[in-house]
């Protein structure tokens, strides 16, 4: 089983909600990232967390939040968004912090 | 700090045909990654070839293979007997060996005409 599985798939949100992007993975990785895709862009980078520990914060805005409650899940907590947050937020894991990276479909995500 | 340069931003290519993605590089490190990722319409970035900087030896995946030129800091990809379903954006990217930040460069999007 080589899958990511993000869910939702969309979500439109608000300025003041509070909301949680999951991710998911069943491949024994201890590795797992956030990223961010704007259109016709390049990921980037938001956290990685490595053995279960946040291990690089690409000077994210607090109004974004990682947690990873186990080495299989990743969430990403939102709150207070704005709308330039609108984009795809992408997870991937790796096998350990120095192999090739395996993403999940992503989230499209709206703040209106 | 790392810079990954696609400097072909749109390229098509007849089915059966050969294309070649360009990459360029700049780093002053000696030991890292570099991968050729594809992601198609449907938008799962999905890995096509990898590539260690102390293997001399380019990469093969099946119609997949780069020509890694490491004094030149380049890495193509060239996909041949292009098929329908390589439509895609292609996005190259760098790690360096010792923590897994990856950067990518700013793609290139390839489309393969019937």
Known sequence: DTEVTQTPKHLVMGMTNKKSLKCEQHMGHRAMYWYKQKAKKPPE???VYSYEKLSINESVPSRFSPECP???????HLH???PE????????SSQGPRTEQYFGPGTRLTVT | AQTVTQSQPEMSVQEAETVTLSCTYDTSES?????WYKQPPSRQMILVIRQEAYKQQNATENRFSVNFQKAAKSFSLKISDS???DTAMYFCAFMKRENNDMRF???TRLTVKP
């Open chain 1, 45 to 47: 980078l938001m956290f």
């Open chain 1, 70 to 76: 186990n080495s299989s899940l990743l969430n990403l």
């Open chain 1, 80 to 82: 207070a968004l704005q």
């Open chain 1, 85 to 92: 947050d609108s984009a795809l937020y992408l997870c991937a």
């Open chain 2, 31 to 35: 030991n890292y990654y570099l991968f």
């Open chain 2, 83 to 85: 098929q329908l379903g």
């Open chain 2, 105 to 107: 460069g700013a793609g």
